[in-house]
């Protein structure tokens, strides 16, 4: 039985694919109209930049309930331009954002201004991407989710591997695994800016979690005002608390979900005692380091 998506699809002369196709394809056909239009297009407001598995999908969804929020182009959460598509040029992402025309609309209609952005959480360990950032979007504000290293590093893997992206299938071996690697892989990103490094995207478990290396880099380029740091901790504890806290550096007026779910978690299984250990001793001197950069606030146990 043909469904309501499948027909929209065939009037459209597209065949019932996966979902992961059609979605990609349907993408396309926006950029057919956008792209062309894309001088009309002003950059987001802000831009979510991390870091992976700390809740920044729940975060861009709580927003996307606020009534002056607009997200990019398809409901999309992550446009990875910065990062991943930057070959494509900033014409291709300014087409994902609303119009000068729909933004004059907008405030014509509801009495004020919307905001838009985006999320994606390889901005944050991006070696080019603050850079990049610095270049085309000065003034942009700039939200960091920052979560026990441990446990982000141990929720990526498990990430990984779900998603087919990942052969390791014990931690450990993955940890063990983690520096040959990326052994090299900076350098290649550096002598050719297009190269795309898997296992820098997919396998840095330990060196995406040591967030001073990259909170410093991002405070040698943009003013401190500019960047609000959410504890992951915090966020999950109490969402509505830590939803205001993200409203207000935006400049959007306070608004109540009916339900803070949780998007895209994991059910856990114990990580072994030695593990646990070995990573507190990894990760001690970059906490430590990020304490002196954002404040007793941002510690961990161990």
Not at 99 to 107: D, E, G, K, M
Not at 141 to 151: F, S
Not at 183 to 207: C, L, R, V, W
């Amino acid at each position: 039985m043909m469904t309501d998506k499948d027909a929209a699809l065939a009037a459209a002369g597209v065949r019932s694919e996966s979902p992961t196709t059609w979605k990609t394809r349907l993408k396309q056909a926006a950029r057919a109209y956008t792209v062309p239009t894309s001088r009309l297009r002003p950059l987001p407001e802000f831009l979510i930049i991390g870091a992976q598995r700390t809740g920044t999908t729940s975060l861009y969804k709580y927003l996307y309930e606020h009534p002056q929020f607009v997200s990019a182009t398809l409901k999309t959460k992550g446009v990875h331009f910065f990062d991943m598509r930057y070959d494509k040029g900033m014409a291709w992402y300014r087409a994902h954002f609303p119009t000068s025309a729909y933004r004059a609309f907008f405030r014509a209609r509801h009495g004020c201004d919307l905001v838009t952005g985006e999320a994606s959480p390889y901005y944050l360990f991006h070696p080019h991407v603050p850079y990049r950032l610095a270049q085309h979007m000065p003034d942009v504000k700039l939200i960091a989710m920052l979560r026990d290293p441990i446990e982000r590093t141990y929720s990526m893997w498990q990430h990984e591997l779900s998603r087919g992206f990942e052969h390791l299938d014990r931690f450990e071996d993955a940890l063990d695994a983690e520096e040959k690697r990326l052994a090299g892989e900076i350098e290649k990103m550096n002598a050719d800016p297009d190269y795309t490094s898997f296992s820098h995207q997919h396998h840095s478990y330990m060196a995406r979690s040591r967030y001073a290396d990259q909170v410093e880099v991002y405070f040698s380029l943009f003013p401190r005002e500019q960047l609000h740091f959410v504890k992951a901790e915090d966020f999950f504890a109490d969402p509505g608390v830590e939803y205001a806290k993200v409203l207000e550096f935006l400049g959007l007026p306070p608004h109540r979900l009916g339900d803070y779910k949780k998007h895209n978690g994991y059910k856990r299984t114990p990580m072994a005692d030695e593990t646990r250990r070995r990573l507190e001793e990894h990760f001690a001197d970059s906490n430590e380091r990020l304490e002196k950069l954002l404040g007793p606030h941002f510690t961990w146990g161990g």
